[in-house]
């Protein structure tokens, strides 16, 4: 697509604000007004719209796609984003760890048993480790405490951390991610601990690697965005 347009601004709007494009405000993709609650989420959805060159790349829109995903998705339905991120937490990544006699148990223990054990005490919950791939459930005390906590995410968060948890394989990596100051590329080694295990025993894979890199970059591009908010 040919880019249609030359001036790219922001304007406030109903409570929030608003990109425009010539002077209309852009709408999202179902056809909803997309406004965004904060200046500086909407400056940066406005960079990309004006970054573009003669030809629109409509892969270079993750900011949008985000909030799009949060008005046209999310608002309209909470609960069911919320159910689809629970998972997470029943599943966590950083709750699967490797036989404790095993070298990478060491490395798990290293990068993950703090960030486990620091979700464990802002939620006041418990998570159970397991040694091994067999399913283990979580107290229902833990799932229920983190349930409360994503009702009190707004639709603009939860759309982040769909793509922080997902990308993760770990709700409490998502969390982490969220906040204001996060070590994201930290969180990120983190999240990738058995990859880059594999990779140091039987060497680097350069698909794996580039891989690794893409969706490193839509990790930290989503936990920007939960900043902006």
């Known amino acids: 697509m040919k880019r249609f347009y030359q001036d790219v601004t922001v304007s406030p709007e ?26 500086a989420l909407a400056e940066a959805m406005a960079g990309e719209w004006a970054n573009q060159g003669e030809t629109i790349d409509t892969a270079a829109f993750a900011f949008r796609d985000m909030a799009d995903y949060a008005i046209d998705v999310v608002a309209p339905a909470p609960a069911a984003a919320r159910t689809d991120l629970l998972p997470y937490a029943e599943t966590d ?21 703090p960030l486990v054990a620091m979700a464990e005490a802002r939620y006041g919950v418990a998570f159970i480790r397991v040694a091994g791939i067999m ?5 229902a005390p833990t799932l229920a405490a983190l349930a409360a906590e994503l009702e009190q995410l707004s639709p603009f968060a939860l759309a982040a951390l769909r793509n ?7 709700l409490i990596i998502g969390l982490a991610a969220l906040d204001p100051g996060a070590d994201v590329a930290a969180l ?3 999240a990738c601990v ?16 580039a891989r690794r890199t893409l969706r490193g970059e839509a990790f930290a591009t989503a936990a920007r965005f939960a900043q902006l908010l």
């Open 14 to 39: 109903d409570a929030g604000f608003r990109v425009c494009l010539d002077g209309r405000g852009i709408r999202t993709q179902g056809g909803r007004p997309q406004i965004v609650p904060t200046a």
């Open 93 to 113: 990544t950083l709750c699967y760890r490797a036989e404790p006699d095993e070298p990478l148990a060491a490395r798990q223990r290293l990068l993950w048993e």
């Open 135 to 139: 399913h283990k459930p979580q107290p």
């Open 164 to 170: 922080t948890a997902t990308l993760s394989c770990s």
């Open 188 to 190: 990120w080694d983190a």
């Open 194 to 209: 058995e990859e880059d295990w594999q990779a140091e025993l039987w060497g680097k894979d350069e698909m794996a690697q």
